[in-house]
């Protein structure tokens, strides 16, 4: 261990007197890199989004913590980011954590390292575990192109237009979810994105209960009721961009049964569940048809 110590300090040295962003292990400990083992124990300052785990991760890991152990999350890491600058500017080594994963990304850490740019401070990161990359890799569909979109918003409304804006995109989608608004979330996505869209649930990565799902997103969603518990990531497949439907037919359809005493939103709902249309699509259709 000493001699991989030496040489990953030879290949590229922790700074003094700057910030130091490290990724920490999705779940298992062994996970942790070489270089945030060395971290952990020669930072002067190491600012975690929960001492308590970070501190248990320390131990799993068989580190003894030197430095000052400072908290810095959601609701205080705008505050905390100056204090953490000035820490480096006066030489010390402020090593900056998360829970699990890499920091910034949907985790504290953006605010220290935008100040810290702005001081002239210096900032390095730490590579290592991140459930984006993981949850990509092991979600089985294309994801040569992607955009990752951080939690998914709560309330309907807002997941409705969430997953509208990547309707027509070719690239796969990658988002975090509580698994309590799981269920909701993916039958709103099959409604928006049509029931063909194929999908894949990664839960618990790297944990003793780790699970990957994969299906289209009315499968998922029925999966999903039935109750899931632990950390999330979901990825969804790119548009194909083929363009099967026959807009014209839907919408004389939709004239159709709006005729017969219907509301134009539940028909355009109900067509674009069983064909795979966009319904926000189908419904724009009906109402510039009407005004042709």
Known sequence: MESLFA?????????????ILAATPLGDPHDASIRLIDALSS?????????????????ALGVQIQGQVVSNFDHNESDRAGQLVEFARNGKRVLVVTDAGMPSVSDPGFPVVQAAYAAGVPVTCLPGPSAVP?????????????????????????????????LDATH????FESPHRLADTLAIAAEV???????????????????VRRGSLPELAEWAAGGVKGEISVVIEGSSGAGEVDVEKLVEEAEEKVSAGHR?????GEIAAR??????????AVLESRNS
């Open 7 to 19: 040489a990953a300090a030879a290949r590229r040295p922790l700074p003094d007197g700057g910030i």
């Open 43 to 59: 930072a002067d300052v190491i600012a975690a989004e929960d001492t308590r785990r970070t501190r248990a991760l320390a131990d």
């Open 134 to 166: 993981t949850s990509l890799a092991l979600s089985g569909l294309g994801v040569g192109k992607f955009a990752f979109l951080g939690f998914a918003p709560r309330k309907d409304g807002a997941r409705r237009a969430f997953f509208s804006s990547f």
């Open 172 to 175: 796969a989608t990658s988002f």
């Open 193 to 211: 994105l049509g029931p063909q869209r194929q999908a894949a649930v990664c839960r618990e990565l790297t944990k003793r209960y780790e699970e």
């Open 264 to 268: 134009l939103k539940d028909v355009c």
């Open 275 to 284: 064909t795979g249309a966009s319904k926000r699509e189908l419904y724009e």
